[in-house]
C-alpha cells in the first residue's frame, strides 16, 4: 500500500509559479512510477506529467510543455511538480498518483491540492 500526500497549492496570479509536492509512504519509492493529474470544475480528471522511476524519463500534456516540469527525489520520497507561467485555465485540483511497473493504470492516488490562478 502506498499513501500520498500533496502541499503546495494555493493562490497565484496569472503569470506566476507554484511548486506542488507529494510525499510517498512506500519503502521502495524508487520502484514507483509518478504522475501528476488535474480535474478543474465540471470536467474529467486528466493527465499533466509523468516521471520515471529513476526521474530520467518525463512526459507531459501538451498543455504544460515548457511551462511544468516534474522531478522527484527518491531519497526523499517526494515528486514535485514546479509550475511556472501559469494560466487561470491551470486552475484546478491536482492530484499526485503512483503506479507500479507492470500495472496499466496508477494504483494509488494522493487527496488532491487546489490551485488557483486568477487573472
Known amino acids: 500500500q502506498v499513501q500520498l500526500v500533496e502541499s503546495g497549492g494555493g493562490l497565484v496570479q496569472a503569470g506566476g509559479s507554484l511548486k506542488l509536492s507529494c510525499a510517498a509512504s512506500?519503502?521502495?519509492?524508487?520502484?514507483?512510477?509518478m504522475g501528476w493529474f488535474r480535474q478543474a470544475p465540471g470536467k474529467e480528471r486528466e493527465f499533466v506529467a509523468t516521471?520515471?522511476?529513476?526521474?530520467?524519463?518525463?512526459d507531459y500534456a501538451d498543455s504544460v510543455k515548457g511551462r511544468f516540469t516534474i522531478s522527484r527525489d527518491n531519497a526523499k520520497n517526494t515528486v514535485y511538480l514546479q509550475m511556472n507561467s501559469l494560466k487561470p485555465e491551470d486552475t484546478a485540483v491536482y492530484y499526485c498518483?503512483?503506479?507500479?511497473?507492470?500495472?496499466?493504470?496508477?494504483?494509488?492516488w494522493g487527496q488532491g491540492t487546489q490551485v488557483t490562478v486568477s487573472s
Open positions: 516521471i520515471s522511476k529513476s526521474g530520467g524519463n518525463t
Open positions: 512506500a519503502r521502495t519509492f524508487g520502484s514507483i512510477i
Open positions: 498518483a503512483a503506479k507500479w511497473a507492470y500495472s496499466r493504470s496508477y494504483d494509488y
